[in-house]
């Protein structure tokens, strides 16, 4: 045989070997697949008339635990119930040995162990392994890090947010971002942290002063207004822009008055998220402020101005104001707004003052009835009338 | 007295078994589906007293189906199970017609009195509406009609 003949012989067999471990690689790991669905299957059916009944067969139990399928399975059901089907399943938790399993796991030199144990304690939260998940807050693996946070904020353990938040500046911007989210789980309790870090701002600039701030927003607990109030002046243009997106979230009427200022900034950037928060305010004192952000120079402030008109009482009237005012900015950021609602460009615009009474005119009477059927809720706009149907009322003379 | 048939539909193995042995559990026979497809045509075409459907399913999405069965002219009342507590989804489910939003994580037992009450009513809203004394009900054109 000649050596290119030994060669393609050599590399048929190496193929064919390849495949053969291939093959069986497949054959194996669908099996075991089919092998663990089985075991959830049935971890599932157990678990779920454990919970829902209270019946707990001991014995059977015990042999399972060892079991990683069941351990998740469990896990599964523990973050999706609460009350006392959650407290009976951490107490089966307890009594299989799972709980301090996973708290002496958390010591492993592997990483991977770590953070799978990490992952575990997080889910079941049980305010017995607070203390390990405090100390799991200074491993060197951030998914360590973030998920005993998780598990923190499950069991509600405010007084380590400011612990957490004095070294959040040296994570990364993803890793940051996942610890704040769950602040935000923990919700009102790590306020007084979150402001407690705002007020280091004075100081310098944060990286993640902007992430409190929104965090801040997303929890929208009162108690942090006057902080997000403050930093609509913060030097840095991103803090502002924050804190006016915060106080979007946080919907107050309080807000206001600094908002309607915010909407002067000499950034687009706030004044954008200004007009948009002032439209969640629903309050009547701000249609002045955004009729102005109609003529604003920046075609996003001018989109949301036109939008929160018309959620404010008074705000639609204001678009229509506009419509007939001399700046063609304004002129079609009100129109645009106005087709949305269902009212063409080329509807006659009506002559009353926003807070006046009708005049009677035709053209007048047929936007008032456009209008109050769009605020009695009706999408479909029916065709033009010929003439002012009778009895139609001006939104303004409610 | 005939036993009250409740309807599930999650793709979660872990919260439709749990919720179908809770039902159970006080007397109610249940149907489970994993799909969307195949939960809108059982929720047409099969008698339910009650229906609890996911937000997030494979096939349709949970206010699909119940946009879908609205149009199909389903009556009975249906309960929103989801993990988002979100303001937007909350008022979207409702606004397609659910009856009442419930979150992940949920009490067990408090789920199964909101199931509980929403069938009681939908049974006197049924027997007023034999008797001809029921109250108006909005048609799926929107306009309010009253019962003939």
Redesign the interface.
Known sequence: MTSTGLIVVIAVGACACTLVVLFSYKIVMGAKRRFEGVR??AY??V???L???GSYPTGILSDWAADRVFRS?LQ??V????????SRLLQVAQDLGIIDDEVGRLRSRRTKQRVRAAQALAAFGDPLTARALSTAINDRAAAVRVNALAGLSRIGEPELVAKILRTVDSETEWDAARIMDQLVALGAPAVPALLSYLGDLRAGAPRYATMAIQTLGAIGDLSSQRVLLDGLHHPEVELRAASAGALQRMGSVGAVPGLIEAMRDREAVVRIRAAKSLGESFDESAVDALAHGLRDPEWWVRKNSAESLTRLPGGVGALQEALRGSDEFARDAAREQLMIMGVPAGAPVDTTPINGQTDGSADGDWIAEQLDQLDTGFAQRPGVPDTPTPGTRHPSSR | MTTRRVFIVDDE???S??L???LE?IGYEVVQSFDGYEAYNLGVHEPFDLALVDMFLPGLLGIEILSKWQKAGVEYPVIMVSGSNAEEDIIQALEFGAVDYVT???????LLARVQAHVRTHERFLRAREIGAGPTVRASSGATTPFP
């Open positions: 959830r299957a599932i059916a678990i779920g008339e919970a829902a009944r399975t599964g059901f973050a999706l119930v609460e009350g006392v089907e959650r | 193995r872990t919260v078994t749990l179908s042995r809770a559990s992940k994580p949920f009490r067990v037992r408090e």
